[in-house]
């Protein structure tokens, strides 16, 4: 592999958590003016199923084995279901910052579910780093109640989101070994698309938006949601992946916050969205340390072993 494509590997990944930051923050306007969060969901699940059908029709796929199923249901279940349910209802309460610090807790979730699970060893520079990162976490729930434009319900959904989205990696992990990224993908959002249909509240949110009355920047902004931040980032993400290592990909994630923060000044300077730099406070940005220390302790010293 070329030096010219370990750059393009990482801008390529610099570019997912920019998409990441943004959507924060964008998706965050829309709601619950002009669209309710679960029929925000079914808008963005239906439609990246559609576009992942369309690239998968261009790819030879492999016959899935009957013992593979259940990690499919359930990674449609915790990967798309779940994980999409609670992130948008908990941005809806919650802040966009919060909803990127928070995030950025995935690698040493899926460090704990991997201890649980597949039976990891845990160090104790690794028990160490999930003990501040979990102190972090805690700390701003605790905290989101007394905060401006947050919630302490709004902040539990996002752990939620951020749990479930971790169980789904390491559930995931064996298929994407015995199949292609792009089935696993596909069949995993279409899985996930109709647990989302069996959710008794989506039909009824649903028929009550008033789509006529949406101005052309609203579709902007869903559309960006369902191209961009759905579809565009798991091809730079696959693309990353091919070159540089999960670990790599992994460490980007402290990027998110930080999108987060120049995302809501740029967005509120030029009239895209409402202004929500008072959420960025002293605080906030402490807890924010406390989790990038926990998952850079946890990361960095699993990658030395």
Request: charged fraction near 10%; glycine fraction near 6%; charge should be positive.
């Given at each position: 592999?070329?030096?010219?494509?370990?750059?393009?590997a990482h801008i390529a990944l610099f570019?997912?958590?920019?998409?990441?930051?943004?959507?924060?923050?964008?998706?965050?306007?829309?709601?619950?003016?002009?669209?309710?969060?679960?029929?925000?969901?079914?808008?963005?699940?239906?439609?990246?199923?559609?576009?992942?059908?369309?690239?998968?029709?261009?790819?030879?796929?492999?016959?899935?084995?009957?013992?593979?199923?259940?990690?499919?249901?359930?990674?449609?279940?915790?990967?798309?279901?779940?994980?999409?349910?609670?992130?948008?209802?908990?941005?809806?309460?919650?802040?966009?910052?919060n909803a990127g610090i928070i995030m950025a807790l995935n690698p040493l979730?899926?460090?704990?579910?991997?201890?649980?699970?597949?039976?990891?060893?845990?160090?104790?520079?690794?028990?160490?780093?999930?003990?501040?990162?979990?102190?972090?976490?805690?700390?701003?729930?605790?905290?989101?109640?007394?905060?401006?434009?947050?919630?302490?319900?709004?902040?539990?959904?996002?752990?939620?989101?951020?749990?479930?989205?971790?169980?789904?990696?390491?559930?995931?992990?064996?298929?994407?070994?015995?199949?292609?990224?792009?089935?696993?993908?596909?069949?995993?959002?279409?899985?996930?698309?109709?647990?989302?249909?069996?959710?008794?509240?989506?039909?009824?949110?649903?028929?009550?938006?008033?789509?006529?009355?949406?101005?052309?920047?609203?579709?902007?902004?869903?559309?960006?949601?369902?191209?961009?931040?759905?579809?565009?980032?798991?091809?730079?993400?696959?693309?990353?992946?091919?070159?540089?290592?999960?670990?790599?990909?992994?460490?980007?994630?402290?990027?998110?916050?930080?999108?987060?923060?120049?995302?809501?000044?740029?967005?509120?300077?030029?009239?895209?969205?409402?202004?929500?730099?008072?959420?960025?406070?002293?605080?906030?940005?402490?807890?924010?340390?406390?989790?990038?220390?926990?998952?850079?302790?946890?990361?960095?010293?699993?990658?030395?072993?």
């Open positions: 592999m070329s030096k010219t494509q370990i750059i393009q570019v997912v958590n920019m998409l990441y930051g943004a959507n924060h923050v964008l998706a965050k306007g829309l709601m619950p003016q002009f669209i309710d969060p679960t029929s925000f969901i079914l808008l963005r699940v239906s439609g990246a199923v559609a576009l992942f059908w369309i690239l998968l029709c261009f790819q030879k796929t492999k016959r899935i084995e009957p013992k593979d199923w259940w990690r499919f249901f359930a990674a449609g279940l915790f990967g798309v279901a779940i994980n999409q349910l609670f992130f948008f209802h908990g941005l809806n309460l919650s802040s966009a910052l979730m899926v460090f704990v579910l991997a201890v649980i699970i597949a039976k990891e060893r845990m160090s104790k520079i690794n028990g160490l780093g999930v003990l501040i990162g979990a102190t972090g976490a805690i700390l701003l729930t605790l905290s989101s109640g007394r905060s401006a434009g947050s919630s302490t319900l709004g902040d539990l959904f996002l752990l939620i989101n951020a749990l479930s989205y971790a169980l789904y990696l390491v559930i995931s992990k064996p298929l994407l070994q015995k199949y292609s990224p792009l089935q696993v993908i596909t069949y995993v959002f279409s899985i996930g698309f109709m647990l989302l249909l069996l959710f008794p509240p989506t039909w009824q949110e649903f028929s009550k938006v008033e789509f006529s009355t949406f101005p052309l920047s609203v579709w902007y902004k869903i559309i960006y949601v369902i191209v961009g931040v759905t579809f565009l980032t798991y091809l730079l993400t696959i693309f990353g992946l091919k070159y540089v290592g999960a670990t790599v990909s992994a460490a980007y994630i402290y990027t998110q916050p930080i999108m987060v923060i120049v995302f809501m000044v740029v967005f509120a300077t030029i009239g895209w969205t409402e202004n929500y730099s008072h959420t960025i406070t002293l605080g906030r940005l402490l807890y924010m340390l406390f989790i990038f220390m926990g998952v850079y302790l946890v990361s960095f010293h699993k990658t030395k072993q």
